[in-house]
């Protein structure tokens, strides 16, 4: 065996527990009545689009093409590089070390042609509606399509790196600070810069992003950290689901690079009064803090509103504001109900009134500061109105 043999084995793999997944969730009811009358509806008004009318053309009208940047940024900052790497593979690192890089090279490869095909996708269905409205060219369209991909390569590689270094706040404000400034400088060069060069820097990037991917393919430093990130990927999907369903847990990975939480070396200082409320409170955010899961889909949630906040006109923003509030509530309702339902807080009275204190307070304070975020995005987004 070799270790193009090996990645497309493993590549089967792959996709063949995620259909389990899907097929688990989207049974054949869920298909016939959801799936496929979703399915109809989108081509419907994709067709209506593109001869000028519908539901979808009315909304971008509104929208004035907004969305489609909003689209964009979010895609830049997807994915990740795959190494389709396992625990057992460390057994092969002494012995069999170029089947092992072999393996991560054709996942680069794959990692990239995956990218590729998602702004591909993109420029399939938006070109043929957006050049009437921006008026732009084939040539011009294609040279931003080159500059995309090679600024989201570019942004794939940095993610080896961040991988394999532990997670603190400064590393995470400076990486929110890094990419505010490559996106500020993206919209300058888009905007003021000939389609010839833009072309030119997006290709830069590519070979850039590639060099240093294959760079890292031949290290084994961060062995422990790519395996990790692989399980969650692996796992993500089931993840997303799990976590709609109250009676499933969602899957754990454990993190061998994760700290004690922030409040881990100060809770007996932070819960001076020992009470059985306050101890649920103290296991709610101890475990909330641990769990990356967790904080990762209320990040999520919030990316994905503050988006359609910026994006929306000011009568939608109201609707989005009323709908994201309801919608955290119950997540985070469902969070703390699965945290307490631990093998070792079995026989602990649930129905007493120090748990819905408890309950109630944690569900209360994380709202309220995940509710606020959402109204000053809002409120910033009024000033770009």
Known sequence: MNGRTLFFRRLFDYYKYQFKVLHAVIDWTVALYIVLPALAFLIYQYIDLLNGRGLFYEWS????WRWLYAVCVLIVCTGKVHTFLMEADKVFLLQK???IYQLKRYALVYSFLITLAKWVLLFCIVFPFIRHSVHITLTESAALLCYLFGLHAFFLSLKQDTIRKRRSISRWLADI???AVLFSGSAALIAFTDWRL???IGILFLIFAFCRGLKK?????????EVMEEK???LALAGLVMMMSQEAGIPKVKDRMRRKPLFYRNSKRIFKKRTICTGYKEL???VMLRNGEYMRHMYMLLSAFT?????SPIWMKLIVLFVYTGVCRYLLTLIFDKIMDAPFLIGADKESDEYYRARKSCINTLHYAFAACCFLAAAVSLLFT
Do not use: D, P, Q
């Open 232 to 234: 969650k990927s692996r």
């Open 284 to 286: 709610f955010f101890k």
């Open 97 to 99: 070390k170029e089947m």
């Open 61 to 64: 009208e509104v929208m004035e």
């Open 198 to 200: 833009l072309a030119l």
């Open 177 to 179: 600070l890094f990419r």
């Open 307 to 311: 988006v359609l906040l910026f994006v």
């Open 217 to 225: 393919a031949a290290s084994i430093s961060g062995f422990e950290a």
